[in-house]
């Protein structure tokens, strides 16, 4: 069974540049969440996703924003680049109680 | 608000010296318990999911326990390929979705 895949693995953009991340989920998963983890911040929650309606969104700024798709496939996306979004960021997948994450986009903002 | 604090930040076992991870946490209303292991470089693998005060789960050389106010991660007989960060998670009843609230982890490193 495939696992949650997020695509590209790493980015690397420039201040004020915007960038869109993928996530397929798991098969049948029809609710996707996206977190960013820091070294400062830890993993921090930025918004869920289920039948293509958001259904819960983190304490982040307006620049950071994400839809999904019939299929549950996601999308997030940052617009205008700052340093401190650096970050790896994780999508993770669920049908019922656990959360499966996948592994995960390193974006490096320069 | 949701609070999830990990102790200690860092843990050194010899192999085979067992220990425990502990996740304090404060919610209002528990709806699940989390812990996952984390590796460098990858995304968290879950582990187990608690859901109760009293309750126990338990693979390989892991057992998760939960009391009102924390749970703990026991490691028996610890494996250098034990070595990993331990991430606890809470999921809080009133939330409407499925976010969870993440503690800061505990980077557990296994000599041999």
């Known amino acids: 069974k495939a696992g949650v895949t997020q695509t590209p693995r790493y980015l690397i953009k420039t201040r004020g540049q915007q960038v869109t991340l993928s996530c397929s989920p798991i098969?049948?998963?029809?609710?996707v969440s996206w977190y960013q983890q820091t070294p400062g911040q830890g993993l921090q929650f930025l918004f869920e996703y289920f039948s293509e309606t958001q259904r819960n969104k983190g304490n982040f700024p307006g620049r950071f924003s994400g839809r999904q798709f019939s299929n549950s496939r996601s999308e997030m996306n940052v617009s205008t680049l700052e340093l401190g979004d650096s970050a790896l960021y994780l999508c993770?997948?669920?049908?019922?109680?656990?959360?499966?994450f996948g592994q995960g986009t390193r974006l490096t903002v320069v | 608000e949701d609070q999830v604090t990990q102790s200690p930040e860092a843990l050194r076992l010899q192999e085979g010296e067992s220990s425990s991870l502990n996740c304090s946490y404060t919610?209002?209303?528990?709806?699940?318990l989390f812990w996952y292991r984390q590796d460098p470089g990858k995304g968290p693998e879950f582990l187990f999911t608690l859901y109760s005060a009293g309750e126990e789960k338990e693979k390989e050389r892991l057992k998760a326990t939960l009391t009102k106010k924390e749970s703990f991660l026991h490691i028996t007989a610890p494996k250098p390929e034990d070595s990993a960060t331990y991430l606890c998670?809470?999921?809080?009843?009133?939330?409407?979705?499925?976010?969870?609230?993440f503690g800061g982890g505990t980077r557990l490193m296994v000599k041999p």
């Open positions: 998670a809470v999921q809080a009843e009133n939330n409407a979705g499925n976010m969870l609230t």
């Open positions: 098969s049948g998963h029809r609710s």
């Open positions: 993770a997948s669920r049908k019922n109680t656990e959360a499966f």
């Open positions: 919610v209002s209303g528990l709806r699940g």
